[in-house]
T-cell receptor, first 116, second 113 residues
Framework: AQKVTQAQTEISVVEKEDVTLDCVYETRDTTYYLFWYKQPPSGELVFLIRRNSFDEQNEISGRYSWNFQKSTSSFNFTITASQVVDSAVYFC?????????????FGKGTRLSVIA | EPEVTQTPSHQVTQMGQEVILRCVPI?????FYWYRQILGQKVEFLVS????????KSEIFDDQFSVERPDGSNFTLKIRSTKLEDSAMYFC???????????FGPGTRLLVL
C-alpha cells in the first residue's frame, strides 16, 4: 500500500534561514512518481516538482532544492534563504502509474511559517 | 498558461440539499479527478475519471456522490444529500495522457449547515 509521511507538522523559521521539509514514502511499485505541492493561505494547490523513481538526480530551482534518495525512501525539500512569501502548507505526494488512473496519495502536510 | 477552473469558489448549503460542483479541466487533458480537504487535514482522493467513466474511487465516494462530464469541457461532482461532514474544500484536477503531473483547480469551499 502507498503511504506518504511528513513527520513535521509545523515549522517556524526566521526570514533568510534555510529550512528542510521531510517526506518519507512507502510503495511496492518500482515505478512511481513523487511530487511536492504548495498550499498558500489562499487555499489553492500549486505544483512545485515531479520526480520519477528512475531519476535520483537532485534538482535545484532558484531557492528551492529537492533531495531524492531511494535508499531511504525520502524526497526532502529545502528552501534556502526563506522569505515570508514561502509561508504555506507543503504537501508531498506519491502516485503509482501501474496502479490504474494514478490518484495522488498525499502526506498530511507541513505548515511552514516564515517570520520577518 | 492553461489552468483548471472551478465554480463556485464558495458554496453554503443546508444539510440534505443537493450540490453540484463544477470544474473545467485543462482542454487537452484526458484524466480527471476530484479530491477533498477537510479543514486543516490532508488532501484525500475521491474519484478518477477517464473515457467517460469512473476508473477508481475511494471509500469516501459513496452512493451520495456522482460525477459527470456532461459536455466536452465541464466535469461535475454532485453530492445528492449533503451532510455536515461533507464540509470541506473540493479540488478538481486534470492531467494529460503522457505527463503524470496533476494540475489542480483553485477549489470550491463547501460549507454544510
Amino acid at each position: 500500500a502507498q503511504k506518504v509521511t511528513q513527520a513535521q507538522t509545523e515549522i517556524s523559521v526566521v526570514e533568510k534561514e534555510d529550512v528542510t521539509l521531510d517526506c518519507v514514502y512507502e510503495t511496492r511499485d518500482t515505478t512511481y512518481y513523487l511530487f511536492w505541492y504548495k498550499q498558500p493561505p489562499s487555499g489553492e494547490l500549486v505544483f512545485l516538482i515531479r520526480r520519477n523513481s528512475f531519476d535520483e538526480q537532485n534538482e535545484i530551482s532558484g531557492r528551492y532544492s529537492w533531495n531524492f534518495q531511494k535508499s531511504t525512501s525520502s524526497f526532502n525539500f529545502t528552501i534556502t534563504a526563506s522569505q515570508v512569501v514561502d509561508s504555506a502548507v507543503y504537501f508531498c505526494a506519491l502516485s503509482e502509474p501501474n496502479s490504474g488512473n494514478t490518484p495522488l496519495v498525499f502526506g498530511k502536510g507541513t505548515r511552514l511559517s516564515v517570520i520577518a | 498558461e492553461p489552468e483548471v477552473t472551478q465554480t463556485p469558489s464558495h458554496q453554503v448549503t443546508q444539510m440534505g440539499q443537493e450540490v453540484i460542483l463544477r470544474c473545467v479541466p485543462i482542454s487537452n487533458h484526458l484524466y480527471f479527478y476530484w479530491y477533498r480537504q477537510i479543514l486543516g487535514q490532508k488532501v484525500e482522493f475521491l474519484v478518477s475519471f477517464y473515457n467517460n467513466e469512473i476508473s477508481e474511487k475511494s471509500e469516501i465516494f459513496d452512493d451520495q456522490f456522482s460525477v459527470e462530464r456532461p459536455d466536452g469541457s465541464n466535469f461535475t461532482l454532485k453530492i445528492r444529500s449533503t451532510k455536515l461532514e461533507d464540509s470541506a474544500m473540493y479540488f478538481c484536477a486534470s492531467r494529460g495522457q503522457i505527463q503524470e503531473t496533476q494540475y489542480f483547480g483553485p477549489g470550491t469551499r463547501l460549507l454544510v449547515l
